[in-house]
């Protein structure tokens, strides 16, 4: 099955440094060119990371946001009933999307393995619609809260993650893992899947319990392990059986 990298986040000070990245409160973050870096950071800097873990179980740094010690961090949660094009009206507070390069991240789709992160940008679509509910997290300057992330949900979708031996493919419609993946024109193939391959999936479950496909990422080939060959002269073992050597007859006289 392919491996998922394990997605984390890190809170801390800056306590040294590094050619390669930074100890924050004892633990080494490594980055890389494309850890994206709010603002300049130094020792002493309160920080906020997002990444996944590396080898040797260092943290990769997708983003380090610098934390400005004293502002008010607010967590708001209901209905977005007004979109702006930047940002939105949830339950009668105005939410505004950063701009810039260390823009609001969105993340559609709820939590875990089915949430899909995008950065929003000055001038881009907006993916939120008037109706779903959101969770945002940000700072309060004034009447308004500056998010740093928003999370949506559209009421009554069920959000799917499947992954799957590919079983066959008929035009945009594959059985995956033993259920019906259907793709249209919004579905991102990320690696074309192939029959006999893994896959992973994720999107929105229909009524007629078929998948509705948001991404879709092809995995390698599903190869069974050759059996065991014996060394010249010996006789070959079975799964439940002992070593080589001659099998003997069982009998009433041999117990």
Known sequence: ????????????????????????SGRFVQTTDETKISQPVGVGTLVEVTGYIGPNDAVVAESILALSEGTLRVTLQGVATKVFSDGLSVAGKRVIF?????????????????????????????????????????????????????????????HMSLIGPVEEIQGHSYQIGGRRVVAD????????????AWALVEGILREDGSLLATIITGGPSIEPAPPPQPAPGETPSYPGEGGGGPIEPVNSNTR
Do not use: C, H
């Open 185 to 196: 024109e919004n579905t991102s193939i990320m690696v074309e899947p192939q029959v006999g």
């Open 1 to 24: 099955m392919p491996q998922l990298q394990t997605w984390v986040s890190l809170a801390g000070r800056i306590q040294e440094v590094l050619a390669n990245g930074y100890r924050i």
């Open 98 to 158: 950063r701009k810039g390069p260390d823009g609001t991240v969105i993340v559609l789709g709820g939590a875990g393995a089915t949430a899909r992160a995008e950065m929003w940008y000055e001038g881009g679509p907006m993916p939120i619609r008037p109706g779903s509910i959101v969770t945002v997290e940000g700072e309060l300057q004034g009447e308004a809260i500056i998010a740093y992330f928003v999370s949506a949900s559209e009421p009554g979708v069920v």
